[in-house]
């Protein structure tokens, strides 16, 4: 059995006292649920973003469902998204009977290609769902174009972008899109255990998200004359998919800290760029063009001589203690898809993308000797396949 002194995850958590006394602090207190925690965690990530609302879900995935919802997506209707994502992006739109479509992504980014969507677009096509991959902004000014030109609408799949910017302002300030999904799953740039938000500008797509994360209820714009102070209505069929305010006073405490969370996935990113420079493994991504990424994950992507033994370099690396993951199996391909008719080489840019991508280690706390332990490990591994 190999024993390994060092092993560094792709990704991790970063707490401090802080994070865990204001857990603690709301456990004394009078609501852990349905209390004031959450809409200060609302209000300070709709602030952060520049957007007028936001509502919290109990993860991203129930968020991304609440949006398409919001949005009207019905049965029938269809949805453009990328395949290089997690299956919730596509599933949020199952969940409620429409189809999900497949763009092609971008080689150098990952991110759902803007000229690959266009002829995707029919008279079902109700919204285009860029995915921020990586935490490096789509080229939403494309995206915006598409959507205008075909009456469309956009949501942002930006799960791995708070803290990114595009065009020098935060993704979520909402310019071009209708609404944006943040994700507070550990690995993300800030957590709230798990749970997930939706930015929006409109009030209508703000009301009908409150309603779909809680059954349906409310207790205003009543259909019914109400019988009493009591009196509630379900008007939808909702779900309950409210977030705890023992997770928003950790997403309090944490919003506090982001942006020195992201300038340190920045400066660890420099020192990767610097350091792999010029090396004849892999391949890194670039920025998009006037966007700064928030580096939720450090792609690299494999040269062709070594392809064929990416099975052997992921497990040779983890045995030597980097924790790679990859990101992702495109969509199409999972059983539960082929199933339902995709076609398992749509996408040819991202098949391609798949058999190169590697994901290393991308966390604030990084020290330089981690950095110079992952280059080390990975110069060791991917050489002895030459």
């Known amino acids: 059995m190999i024993s390994i002194s060092k092993f560094l995850p792709y990704g991790k958590q970063t707490m401090d006292q802080d994070d865990i006394d204001s857990v603690v602090e709301v456990l004394h207190a009078d609501f852990i649920t349905q209390g004031p925690k959450i809409n200060e965690f609302e209000e300070g990530i709709a602030k952060y973003c520049g957007a007028k609302y936001a509502v919290a879900f109990n993860s991203g995935t129930s968020a991304l469902h609440g949006a398409y919802f919001a949005l009207g997506l019905n049965p029938g209707d269809e949805m ?67 959507a205008e030109e075909n009456d469309i609408k956009l949501i942002e799949d930006a799960a791995h972008a708070l803290g990114a910017k595009y065009d020098g302002k935060p993704i979520g300030s909402l310019e071009y899109s209708e609404m944006a999904m943040f994700s507070f799953h550990p690995v993300k740039h800030i957590t709230t255990g798990e749970g997930g938000i939706i930015v929006t500008n409109d009030e209508e797509y703000y009301n009908r998200l409150q309603l779909f994360r809680s059954h349906g209820i409310t207790k205003e714009n009543l259909v019914n004359e109400s019988d ?62 006037n966007a700064e ?92 396949f030459d």
């Not at 450090?298 to 099975?311: A, E, T």
Request: aromatic share 14%; with cysteine; charged share 25%.
């Open 80 to 146: 453009i998204t990328s395949p290089n994502t997690f299956v919730a992006t596509s599933n949020a739109a199952l969940y409620l009977g429409a189809k999900p479509v497949f763009g092609d992504v971008q080689a150098e980014t990952g991110n759902l290609d803007p000229l690959k969507v266009a002829d995707k677009i029919t008279d079902k096509t109700k919204f285009i769902a860029p995915v921020h991959y990586s935490g490096n902004p789509c080229d939403m000014k494309a995206f915006a174009e598409i």
């Open 228 to 289: 009493g102070d009591w009196y509630y209505e379900m008007q939808h069929l909702g779900y309950n998919y409210r977030i705890t305010d023992i997770q928003c006073a950790l997403g309090i405490s944490q919003l506090k800290k982001l942006d020195s969370f992201v300038n340190s996935r920045r400066e660890i990113a420099k020192k990767y760029d610097g350091m792999f420079e010029d090396n004849p493994y892999f391949d890194v991504i670039e920025e998009t063009p």
């Open 293 to 384: 990424s928030a580096y939720h994950l450090y792609p690299i992507l494999l040269k062709d001589k070594y392809l064929k033994n990416k099975r052997e370099i992921f497990s040779r690396l983890r045995e030597e203690g980097i924790g790679v993951q990859i990101h992702y199996i495109p969509v199409y391909r999972q059983p539960y898809y082929r199933e339902l008719g995709y076609p398992q080489d749509s996408c040819p840019v991202d098949e391609e993308f798949y058999l190169r991508e590697l994901s290393i280690p991308m966390y604030p706390t990084l020290t330089d000797d981690d950095l110079e332990f992952v280059q080390e490990k990975l110069y060791k591994v991917i050489s002895e």
